[in-house]
Nanobody, 124 residues
Framework: QVQLVESGGGLVQAGGTLRLSCVAS????????MGWFRQAPGKEREFVAV????????DYADSVKGRFAISRDNAKNMVYLQMNSLKPEDTAVYYC?????????????????WGQGTQVTVSS
């Protein structure tokens, strides 16, 4: 079965950095655009970033542009989210997502596969 397993979350001060990782198994990785969503308490799950099949295409939510960078390693079935200049409002559970159409699907309801999530907490 398909599994997406995230790691790298934690507690960091405002202005700090974290790098999230996600390893995928049970799917043909190069057929899936990969992305990250996040969900803060009491809020809906929201799109953060997407990377295309060969990493040439990336896109970001306006709230993280210029601070976050998504990448993928097709040889390792891995996707990463480098998060810089973190703000308290970035605090959320971050989820790895896999979907063939993630470049156009930006709503959580349209995603094929999810990871279990990793907590990111940014203190002020």
């Amino acid at each position: 079965q398909v599994q997406l397993v995230e790691s790298g979350g934690g507690l960091v001060q405002a202005g700090g950095t974290l790098r999230l990782s996600c390893v995928a198994s049970g799917l043909t990785f190069t057929n899936y655009r990969m992305g990250w969503f996040r969900q803060a308490p009491g809020k809906e799950r929201e799109f953060v970033a997407v990377v295309g099949l060969d990493a040439a295409f990336t896109d970001y939510a306006d709230s993280v542009k210029g601070r976050f960078a998504i990448s993928r390693d097709n040889a390792k079935n891995m996707v990463y989210l480098q998060m810089n200049s973190l703000k308290p409002e970035d605090t959320a559970v971050y989820y790895c997502a896999a979907d063939p159409s993630l470049d156009v699907v930006r709503t959580a309801s349209g995603v094929d596969y999810w990871g279990q999530g990793t907590q990111v907490t940014v203190s002020s």
